[in-house]
């Protein structure tokens, strides 16, 4: 089965990342660097990718960084057009990925806009 699909309205062509479906905890950059490769794949063509957090207990800030930072940082610099945006975060999980956001010196603009409150 895949992880990625489109699982919202018709009306968006966004494609949904549900990293729940690989698991609940989620603590290295090798594992974080796989799954990038997934989403960027997957997602080739899209502007935006879903990456939905549901039912994710715990994140490091090293997985963190290397998933959704290095997407944001690619973003931002307009080296890819694909925007991750995450959504279904824990408080934990929140915690974690603003503060790789603000470690890799990106906008509180686009932090606001890839992290939906």
Same mark, same amino acid.
């Given at each position: 089965?895949?992880?990625?699909?489109?699982?919202?309205?018709?009306?968006?062509?966004s494609p949904?990342?549900?990293?729940?479906?690989?698991?609940?905890?989620?603590?290295?950059? $090798? &594992?974080?660097?796989?799954? =990038?490769?997934?989403?960027e794949q997957?997602? %080739?063509? !899209?502007?935006? *990718? /879903?990456?939905?957090?549901?039912?994710?207990?715990?994140?490091?800030?090293?997985?963190?960084?290397?998933?959704?930072?290095?997407?944001?940082?690619?973003?931002? $610099? &307009?080296?890819?057009?694909? =925007?991750?945006?995450?959504?279904?975060?824990? %408080?934990? !999980?929140?915690? *974690? /990925?603003?503060?790789?956001?603000?470690?890799?010196?990106?906008?509180?603009?686009?932090?606001?806009?890839?992290?939906?409150?």
């Open positions: 089965m895949t992880t990625l699909e489109n699982e919202i309205p018709q009306s968006s062509a949904r990342y549900v990293l729940g479906r690989q698991g609940q905890a989620f603590s290295t950059r $090798a &594992r974080a660097e796989q799954i =990038r490769a997934e989403i997957r997602a %080739a063509g !899209a502007s935006d *990718v /879903l990456i939905d957090f549901e039912g994710v207990r715990s994140v490091s800030y090293s997985f963190a960084d290397e998933l959704v930072g290095i997407l944001a940082s690619r973003f931002e $610099a &307009r080296e890819s057009s694909l =925007r991750p945006v995450v959504i279904g975060l824990s %408080a934990q !999980a929140q915690r *974690v /990925l603003l503060g790789s956001l603000e470690q890799r010196g990106l906008s509180d603009e686009l932090s606001h806009q890839l992290i939906p409150r």
